[in-house]
């Protein structure tokens, strides 16, 4: 950087901490980054302003929750009623939630589909993937905060999924719960915890960016930077079209949190917790659904349980149920060695962007199987779509990418630039 | 001569493998002492001295007409106590092990045939089953049954059908007198 033409505070900082070479190498122009970035590379600075989002409306709710069975209902209908703003502030909260896990999962199809997890950003994927890890906790435990029926059942449901787990089950579930069941001592740690684990994403999220930027961002082609005439600088390129990308994703925030701002809630929340009662269908936050019914699928007559506990003497069906939620993710941070392409982007892999496609569609079904009851039909469909997931990861990846011949790729980035505007 | 060691060679092998030593040795110490002191910081998370000193509940046994059941809070979570009339009793003692998803005779899971006391909580999430108040489903085999995801519970609270593994668990109890119980 020259320093030369800096203003003498500046020149004095840099001098000693050269923050602004740094910044300029991360996001400025001297940040070399592919010139044919489509709209899908927005949502990783998305996810990243949702999560300062989240900080920022979340310290500030904290300054006005009270952790305590007795007063947590009633502390956050009184942030919704009488503190100033406060509706505002935890309308951007809850529905920052859904939009936090909106971003990142687009962000990860993306990645799913143009091959980034592929060698040489494994490890930049597999950070993702337990940021992916730290965000569902985090949000699975900010949801008990509010102590409604659906807080405290679905924390019932959740922390009874490690009862499954042979011997020290139990003893586990005593450990989470500080109790004989979920009590004040659980909802205690859950909102410290839940104030903890955002800064752990950030500390996360620091290495991911450090990981992406030893080998820069993959692009829609897929193939490597060759020269300089296939990238520009940062900034001021990418920093325009990030901004642009935040004003369109905040106008479709906003109307959420304005307009429609329980659409994503469970009205049962807005009844206080009561643990003699469980609602007549529990359900979990839209973005947990898949999962949900990934763990119900597995039944005693499920062909998938019957194979993998050899007819049942392995394990039960319910521990099979929670080792395969698990596993759906977990699997995930195999995806650069179950993809034996060396072609990254599916854009040149006709067959395996077809088996995306599928994939994601199966991604839906499972989802709106997780929001209904598990009786008839939706017990069938959600076991074939948990059976198709396995099966896309484990079998259809691994054989495509071994077995499909690529289309021909372009000679450079900057070449199927030049060849598109044509 | 190459095949024996100089008297440096030998010093500096003998070196080498205290210094092996000190360091292995300062590493499992090092190792041991840092799991034990992590140890009050998983404990503290188990139940603490006043949830544990909660944790009894006397129950007055005698305004149970039979037929009826009451539910009481032990430990944050509900217990069924019922009254069971003689037909729940014989349809409950006949049931043949073979039919069961956890076996267990109906003897076993009570101290007196005529009251059955049991935790309320699904053993397969955690919901609380229905059947406790007259109106409610009693499951197809007229005991209690989870509406969370199906599961039937037939007189003596055992599963009988549905994603639960086992049986609604029966507490510690102890009968203070004819009419009065301790659980827990
Ligand atoms: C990774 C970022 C975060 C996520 C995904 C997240 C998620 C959530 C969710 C889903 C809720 C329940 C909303 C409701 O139904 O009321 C919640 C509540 C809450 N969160 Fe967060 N949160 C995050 C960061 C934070 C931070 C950094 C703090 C404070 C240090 C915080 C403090 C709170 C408080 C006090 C509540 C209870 C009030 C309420 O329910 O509105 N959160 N959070
Ligand atoms: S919790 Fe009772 S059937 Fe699932």
New interface residues.
């Given amino acids: 950087m020259d320093t030369n033409n800096m203003h003498p505070v500046m020149k004095w900082v840099e001098h000693r901490l050269p923050v602004f070479s740094f910044l300029d190498h991360s996001l400025g122009t001297q940040y070399p980054t592919p010139k044919n970035l489509n709209y899908w590379w927005n949502f990783g600075s998305l996810a990243g302003l949702v999560l300062v989002i989240m900080i920022v409306s979340g310290i500030v709710l904290a300054m006005h929750y009270t952790a305590h069975v007795d007063y947590a209902f009633n502390s956050v209908e009184r942030i919704m009623r009488d503190v100033n703003y406060g509706w505002l502030i935890r309308y951007i909260h809850m529905n920052g939630g859904s939009m936090f896990f909106i971003a990142v999962y687009i962000h990860m199809f993306r990645g799913l589909y143009f091959g980034s997890y592929q060698a040489p950003r494994e490890l930049l994927w597999i950070i993702g993937v337990f940021i992916l890890l730290a965000m569902m906790a985090t949000a699975f435990m900010g949801y008990v905060l509010p102590w409604g029926q659906m807080s405290f ?1 679905g924390a ?2 959740i ?3 490690f009862s499954a787990i042979p011997l020290v089950g139990d003893s586990i579930v ?10 004040n ?1 659980t909802l205690n ?1 859950f909102f410290s915890l839940h104030f903890l684990l955002p800064f752990v994403i950030v500390g996360l999220v620091v290495v991911h960016i450090w990981a992406l930027h030893v080998h820069g961002s993959n692009n829609p082609t897929g193939i490597d930077v060759k020269s300089e005439q296939d990238t520009v600088g940062f900034h001021p390129y990418f920093t325009v079209k990030d901004f642009f990308g935040m004003g369109v994703f905040m106008i479709f925030y906003m109307f959420f949190v304005f307009y429609a701002p329980n659409f994503f809630g469970e009205p049962d929340n807005y009844i206080p917790a009561n ?4 609602p ?1 269908h ?1 359900v979990p936050e839209w973005y947990f659904l898949p999962y949900y019914a990934i763990l ?1 699928a597995f ?2 007559d499920f062909f998938v349980y019957q194979i993998v506990s050899l007819g049942g003497l392995l394990m ?3 521990l099979a149920g929670v080792l395969a939620m698990f596993a759906s993710i977990l699997l995930l941070l195999f995806m650069p060695w179950l993809d034996g392409s060396k072609v990254r982007s599916c854009s040149f892999r006709p067959i395996m962007a077809m088996a995306f496609w599928i994939f994601f569609l199966d991604c839906l079904v499972l989802g709106y199987i997780g929001g209904k009851p ?2 008839g039909i939706y017990i069938t469909i959600g076991q074939f779509a948990t059976f198709y997931y396995f099966a896309h990861l484990l079998v259809i990846v691994p054989l495509v990418s071994r077995l499909e011949r690529p289309k021909q790729l372009p000679d450079s980035i900057n070449a199927s630039v030049l060849k598109a505007a044509e | 001569m190459s095949d024996t060691a100089t008297p440096e060679q030998t010093a500096e092998i003998d070196d080498q493998s205290k210094r092996d030593f000190l360091f292995v040795s300062t590493a499992s110490v090092a190792a041991v002492g840092t799991a034990l002191a992590a140890w009050p910081f ?1 404990d503290q ?4 001295a006043d ?1 544990l000193a909660l ?1 009894t509940t006397e129950v007055d046994l005698e305004p149970i007409e039979e037929g009826q059941s009451i ?1 009481v ?1 032990w ?4 217990v069924f106590i019922r009254h069971r009339t003689a037909k729940e009793i014989s349809e409950a003692s006949a049931v043949k092990s073979a039919d069961l998803i956890d076996p267990e005779g109906d003897a076993e899971r009570v101290q007196k045939p005529q009251w059955l006391i049991m935790v309320g909580v699904c053993t ?5 089953p229905l059947g406790q108040k007259s109106g409610e489903s009693k499951g197809d085999f007229g005991g209690w049954f989870c ?4 599961s039937h519970y037939d007189t003596s609270g055992r599963i009988r059908k549905g ?1 639960a ?1 086992k049986n609604l668990a029966v507490p510690e109890y102890s009968f203070l007198s004819e009419s009065k119980v301790k659980i827990g």
Wanted: proline residues 14%; charged residues 15%.
């Fill in positions: 059942w019932t449901v922390t009874n999924l005593t450990l989470l719960w500080g109790g004989f069941s979920v009590d001592p740690r643990p003699l009662v469980t007549p529990i119900r039944t005693g039960d069906a319910k598990a009786e | 998983i998370m188990n139940p603490a949830t944790s539910t809070v430990r944050g979570k509900p397969h999430l955690g919901c609380i509406p969370c995801h199906g994603p593994p």
